[in-house]
């Protein structure tokens, strides 16, 4: 799990254009909307394309990204649910 | 006008008042998307449009063709006449421009040189160009480009140069044709609805795009009557505000809009309450109809005006939607009718506005207009009946 | 009667504020880097400014520079800011980015960021976010800088409810780039401004050419 924590966070940091952000500046049960990373709706979308792209994993209803993406802990736990870790 | 509801404003009124809609399959544009997704597409393929047009000019793309088709429609319909001496201007707008022709060949161009015209006719000034050449006689060409409000600032900035003495008369308006671009673009920022929209509806889901290219011929009062032409409808009142908050969504409180129907309510001298109907933008994503809905009420307070959102008729076309909607507006006013959102049936919880789902018989003096584009740009037309 | 009060101008690497070059890096730096370096000269820290396209990205920093050392954003209302940009290439550069995303079938990602950029004017929209502008605004596509089409609209836009102006040019395309911001106030707002010149359009074009690049 941490394995994969440490994956997403570089990955997250690459897809987002998070230039002055450094993997250890993330925690992994932060939220990374709102507070936290601070992310916004568009930064939502790109992180269904980043499923898409790095896990295989298609999310129809952009809707669902609210509780997927509270933290990055959140986001490992989805992608280890649906197998695809 | 030439739209999904008709290739002239005649067709158009039409299907307005019938209740038709031109929203359906897609059968023109190549893309992944033809079976998932609905479009307003304007029923020509783009043979019929260019044995329309009368050019076999292989550069020319749908984009072109729809917007000289339009433009030249506009200048009949007034009756002015280029060469009689008054400065005349061409003001469009587009978003799409020729893509819809250069992504067909994009791989192709790095290989070989034979589809090299349409690099020509790419950019966003050429279909503004090729409309004041189809028209003829015209003093001077801009092309403003601010994505879905970019019609109404065209309006506005006839408006302008006729009242500064820049010009005498305006072409102005903006077109959009349907492209793999716009389609894959829109469906990333996940605001399609793969039915058909539901604008100010509970259970909205997003957008239909549509394609169109809509203009109008505006002039001073001194050159009218010199020429002794007819007014259709008034301009009395504009204005264009940003919504500082994201590229490409909508502030929840509608901060805009808002200050867009201020200031043009404030310009034209009419207090809310003597606007007889809006013409919403009411796209049918949850953002904007939210948004809209919001600004509508803090400008309106209880008594909310007639409205609707035509675009479930059209579909949402762009840079080409506020004009289209300008016309509609004075469609509108000449008839008295109130044309009908179409496909509503629960208002939005926390807002509970509801708009005319029926075609309404009644009398229609004052009309506002609203497009708000990506990059916050916010602008409002306010119509009045001549 | 309205002034320019400032102006900055990027090109060639350089970016320089009311005629005198303030900052330069390698000529050999690409695009990319010579932004990131500009922004960091700056100092301001507005984490957004990654996430921009490389237009958006000219079109911000080359306001920062007009912005810098004048009292333009104090003095006036910011609900009476009107922001007129302008260019040749609308956002090419960046359409060409999301049409090689949407070419290939067997690597079909298209990214939601990338497509937001395709739009010439959302330029206009970094900038008032930035600062909370809610004035006018509008974007021209032109074959170069039109300065009689710059000094008329802002004349227009100043007998309204327009008090101050932040207008230009900002053209990305391929290897070729340019900005060139200046501020428009009235006699009224103009503090500690450092230029003081009449607008009108022989003067923008003067401004615009004066520069003295190094080569």
């Known amino acids: 799990m941490d394995a994969l924590i440490e994956k997403l966070k570089t990955q997250i940091i690459e897809q987002l254009n998070l230039a002055e ?43 669902d990204g609210k509780t997927i993406f509270q933290s990055i802990r959140t986001m490992a736990e989805y992608i280890k649910a649906q197998g695809k870790a | 006008m030439i739209s999904a509801i008709g290739n002239n404003v005649h067709e158009a009124f039409q299907s307005l008042s019938n209740s038709q809609t031109g929203i359906g399959k897609i059968n023109h544009l190549t893309t992944r998307y033809k079976d998932e997704f609905l479009a307003g597409e304007i029923k020509l393929s783009n043979k019929d449009l260019a044995d329309l047009v009368k050019d076999n000019n292989p550069d020319l793309n749908r984009n072109s063709y729809i917007a000289m088709l339009a433009a030249k429609e506009a200048v009949i319909h007034s009756g002015i006449d280029t060469k009689d001496g008054m400065r005349t201007g061409v003001i469009s707008s587009t978003t799409v421009a020729g893509m819809g022709k250069t ?114 011929v505006i002039e001073g009062e001194n050159a009218l009557n010199k020429r002794g032409g007819k007014a259709l409808a008034e301009v009395i009142g504009y204005a264009n505000a940003n919504d500082a908050y994201h590229q490409t969504a909508s502030s929840p409180e509608g901060y805009g809009a808002t200050l867009a129907i201020q200031q043009a309510l404030q310009m034209s001298g009419l207090t809310p309450s003597q606007i007889d109907y809006i013409n919403m933008h009411g796209t049918g994503t949850p953002n904007n109809d939210q948004s809209e809905g919001m600004a509508t009420k803090a400008v309106f307070g209880n008594q909310v005006p007639k409205f609707s959102s035509t675009k479930a008729f059209t579909g949402h076309t762009l840079a080409a939607a506020a ?18 959102n179409l496909n509503f049936t629960t208002p939005i919880a926390e807002l509970n506005l509801i708009p005319e789902t029926k075609l309404l018989l009644t009398p229609v003096n004052t009309i506002l207009s609203n497009s708000f584009g990506f990059g916050g740009n916010c602008s409002s037309l306010i119509f009045k009946k001549a | 009667m309205s002034y320019i009060t400032s102006y900055a101008h990027i090109k060639n690497n350089q970016v320089s504020v009311n005629g005198t070059i303030v900052f330069a890096s390698d000529k050999t730096a690409s695009l990319s880097e010579f932004l990131s370096a500009a922004y960091k000269f700056l100092g301001i820290s507005y984490p957004k ?9 000219l079109g911000f920093l080359c306001t920062e520079f007009a912005l810098k050392d004048s009292d333009f ?49 959302i330029v206009i929209g970094e900038i008032a976010i930035r600062h909370k502008i809610t004035g006018e605004n509008a974007f021209f596509v032109s074959e170069k800088l039109d300065a009689e089409l710059l000094d008329n609209y802002t004349r227009i836009l100043m007998n ?24 428009v106030e009235t006699q009224e707002n103009r503090n500690k401004s450092s230029i003081f010149k009449p607008l009108k359009q022989s003067n923008i074009l003067e401004l615009y050419n004066q520069t003295t690049w190094t080569h």
């Open chain 1, 21 to 63: 952000v450094k993997p250890e500046d993330i925690q992994p049960d932060a939220p990374l909307f709102g507070e936290g990373l601070g992310l916004d709706s568009i930064d939502a979308l790109e992180l269904i394309v980043l499923l898409e792209k790095h896990y295989g994993i298609k999310i129809e209803d952009p809707k």
């Open chain 2, 103 to 216: 992504e067909l060949y994009y791989k192709e161009l790095f290989e070989k040189d034979d589809h090299l015209g349409v690099l020509d006719t790419h950019d966003c000034g050429d279909s503004t160009e090729r409309i004041a050449d189809y028209i003829g006689n015209v003093d001077y060409v801009t092309t403003i480009s601010t994505a879905c409000s970019s019609a109404a600032n065209a309006v506005m900035l006839g408006c302008r140069m006729i009242k500064h003495g820049l010009l005498d008369r305006a072409v102005v308006g903006g077109v959009d044709a349907l492209s793999k671009f716009t389609f894959n673009g829109f469906n990333t920022l996940m605001i399609l609805d793969r039915e058909w929209c539901k604008p100010f509806d509970e259970n909205r889901k997003g957008l239909n795009l549509g394609e169109a290219a809509g203009f109008l």
């Open chain 2, 323 to 340: 004009s289209i909607e300008a016309i509609i507006s004075v469609l509108s006013l000449q008839n008295n009718m109130i044309f009908p």
């Open chain 3, 49 to 57: 400014f990654h996430k921009m396209d490389a237009q958006c990205k």
């Open chain 3, 73 to 121: 954003l104090i003095s006036n209302d910011l609900s009476k800011i009107g922001i007129i940009l302008s260019n040749s290439a609308s956002s090419l550069e960046t359409d060409r980015q999301h049409q090689l995303s949407i070419s290939d079938k067997s690597n079909y990602f298209p990214s939601p960021a990338v497509f937001v950029y395709t739009l010439p004017n």
């Open chain 3, 160 to 183: 309204a409810a327009t008090e101050a102006v932040i207008e230009g040019w900002t053209e990305v395309d391929r290897s070729h780039y340019e900005a060139f911001i200046f501020l």
